[in-house]
């Protein structure tokens, strides 16, 4: 499975977009890239998916560039609640088995 | 959307005995199941990848005779913590996964705090 890179922190606030971008140089063409947002003392839960260019939803936006070495997850207008720590997984969607969390990106959010 | 439990969501055990948490799909069957753990301020770490049916399949480095997987149905997984000591002191986090394919497809449970005195 593809190793994912991400930075340790981010600081935000309130009102302004965030921007979490995630390395994953060896992804496999059969690898789609998916986030996860976890708060303290929960497990995971789904943000968004995708396999290349942009995909969107209700609450966020996912870039990946052409050669899908790296994705970018986008949250508009943060507010206090969206402080957690953002994990970037890749794996291959379709013969998918496990996979492994890296370090994850905590986002600090202030007012 | 698809949810999955756990239970309890948080016990302290003494040194020595065991503790078992359960992991439940309540709206789907969930064909294999996962499960992590994770100490404080660091990324979870999976543990084994549970089959139902068969036997769980454990990574490198977790006892499996200390960490007892039972997948007896499609909606239940449980995870046994055997002879249990302080370090055994972590958050396990339990998913589900539905179907053959999809990332998407996997739904984790809220967590068990686990605290070994």
């Known amino acids: 499975l593809a190793k994912t890179t991400q930075p340790i922190s981010m600081d935000s606030y309130e009102g302004q977009e965030v921007n979490i971008t995630c390395s994953h140089n060896?992804?496999?063409?059969?690898?789609?890239i998916t986030w996860y947002q976890q708060f303290p003392s929960q497990g995971p839960r789904f943000i968004i998916q995708?396999?290349?260019t942009k995909v969107t939803n209700e609450v966020a936006s996912l870039f990946i560039p052409a050669d899908r070495k790296s994705s970018t997850l986008s949250l508009p207008r943060v507010s206090l609640s969206d402080t957690a720590v953002y994990y970037c997984l890749v794996g291959d969607r379709d013969n998918f088995n496990k996979f492994y969390f890296g370090s994850g990106t905590k986002l600090n959010v202030k007012p | 959307g698809a949810v999955v439990s756990q239970h309890p969501s948080w016990v302290i055990c003494k040194s020595g005995t065991s503790v078992k948490i359960e992991c439940r799909s309540l709206d789907f069957q969930a064909t294999t199941m996962f499960w992590y753990r994770q100490f404080p301020k660091q990324s979870l770490m999976l543990m084994a990848t549970s089959n139902e049916g068969s036997k769980a399949t454990y990574e490198q480095g977790v006892e499996k005779d200390k960490f007892l997987i039972n997948h007896a149905s499609l909606t239940l997984s449980t995870l046994t913590v055997t002879s249990a000591h302080p370090e055994d002191s972590s958050f396990y986090i339990c998913?589900?996964?539905?179907?053959?394919?999809?990332?998407?497809?996997?739904?984790f449970g809220p967590g068990t705090r686990l605290t070994v005195t």
């Open positions: 060896n992804i496999a063409t059969n690898d789609y």
């Open positions: 998913s589900a996964k539905t179907g053959t394919s999809g990332l998407r497809e996997q739904y």
């Open positions: 995708g396999y290349k």
